[in-house]
């Protein structure tokens, strides 16, 4: 069952990917570039969408709490997400939509994939000296916690005082309206024709 | 960005449909970490004593390397078992690309796109091997940042910030802080 869940998820967030545009470089690097931000928007609205939808359908009991998986917020989260935007904005592609890519036909992609995979494993052998000798480990501000109550015991919210509803669907509407008052250019002269829809 | 993509509100509810429905029957999407669980694969095949059953693991399998060993051998594990969630919904996505690029998705058009964007041509001219050796360490830069970081774009920037995790606002913080200025370097010139 579960690996059903996982080629039917997988098929549609690869098929989402690239529906949203966002396997093809050039609009990743416009978007970087604040050239044309329309794949910025649809990810925005994304994390919009999803935070009102999986905050509501916790609140109702729809959602188990015990899916919620919240990431441990350390140094090297700062770093780590530092190094990979100068890849990001060279290449164009992260590590999702870098293998979707390339499984559209783009060869770039390959070459970085295996870029990729020699630096997930220099990572690998670099683990163990990294977490004896600094401390890019060191948790920030209590580690696995979000922002609003989630009902998974597992993991502390920052803000208590207000019901963890509200502020996971108040983020997600205040996304969506962010989404829709970015402007789709910022920055250089307009590249697509049709940039102003 | 015309050609086979939606206009951002239908794509960007696509996307979300994709990250709501993955929390709601399974949990949240992550891509990164495969990187490592492929590599670790091959390196038990080329040195078979690099992953070993352990009863006393929680995983039931250890490492003498201390990344794969990590969380009670979890990542260990999925590498002698690549027939599990996480990695083959990697796989999956794949798939679905290639899918949505077969039924009139995004697509490289010509043979030029199908090596380097447009943007980065007018840039840095169409040689291919300057493109591919740019995207080979772009692709080692990201993968050991997104390692350090415990997750990517998908894991960190889409699933965390949907959860409001602390960790993925610090991630796309981090991110977003190097790649537009160098996108900007990079790209806003016009030299050709």
């Known amino acids: ?197 | 960005m015309c050609k086979g993509v939606l206009p951002w509100m239908a794509g960007g509810a696509l996307l979300a449909l994709a990250f709501f429905l993955a929390v709601l029957f399974v949990k949240p999407i992550g891509v990164s970490t495969q990187f490592v669980i492929a590599d670790a694969a091959v390196w038990d095949i080329v040195q078979p004593d690099i992953i070993v059953a352990d009863d006393t693991a929680k995983s039931g399998y250890a490492s003498p390397n201390a990344y794969l060993n990590k969380s009670g051998g979890k990542y260990a594990a999925a590498a002698k078992d690549l027939l599990n969630y996480s990695f083959v919904f990697v796989l999956a996505m794949m798939g679905g690309a290639a899918l949505s690029a077969i039924l009139k998705g995004d697509k490289p058009h010509s043979a030029t796109q199908k090596t380097m964007p447009p943007v980065w041509e007018n840039r840095f001219g169409n040689q291919t091997a300057k493109r591919y050796i740019a995207c080979f360490i772009a692709g080692f830069i990201v993968l050991f940042g997104a390692r350090l970081a415990g997750g990517c774009t998908s894991g960190h920037m889409m699933s965390g910030m949907m959860q409001t995790a602390l960790s993925g606002y610090i991630f796309a913080l981090g991110a977003f802080a190097t790649a537009i200025p160098l996108a900007i370097l990079l790209f806003n010139r016009t030299t050709r």
Request: aromatic share 10%; net charge negative; glycine share 14%.
């Open chain 1, 1 to 197: 069952m579960e690996l059903t869940f996982a080629i039917i998820f997988g098929l549609l967030f690869g098929f989402a990917l690239n529906r949203a545009g966002a396997t093809n470089p050039e609009n990743i690097i416009n978007m970087l570039r604040l050239n044309d931000l329309r794949l910025m928007k649809a990810i925005i609205f994304a994390i919009g969408l999803s935070a009102a939808a999986l905050f509501s359908g916790l609140a109702i009991g729809f959602i188990d709490p015990a899916h919620i998986s919240i990431k441990t917020a350390y140094i090297g989260v700062l770093i780590g997400g530092a190094l990979l935007g100068i890849g990001f904005a060279i290449a164009g592609y992260c590590p999702g939509t870098g293998l979707a890519a390339f499984a559209t036909g783009r060869k770039d992609a390959l070459f970085f994939i295996i870029g990729g995979l020699c630096g997930a494993f220099i990572y690998t052998l670099s683990f163990g000296w990294l977490a004896e000798n600094t401390a890019v480990f060191t948790d920030i501000a209590g580690g696995s916690v979000s922002l609003a109550q989630t009902g998974n015991d597992k993991y502390d919210a920052l803000i208590t005082s207000v019901p963890g509803t509200v502020i996971g669907v108040g983020f997600g509407l205040v996304m969506m309206i962010i989404a829709a008052v970015l402007p789709v250019h910022l920055l250089g002269p307009k590249t697509a024709p049709d940039q102003d829809d």
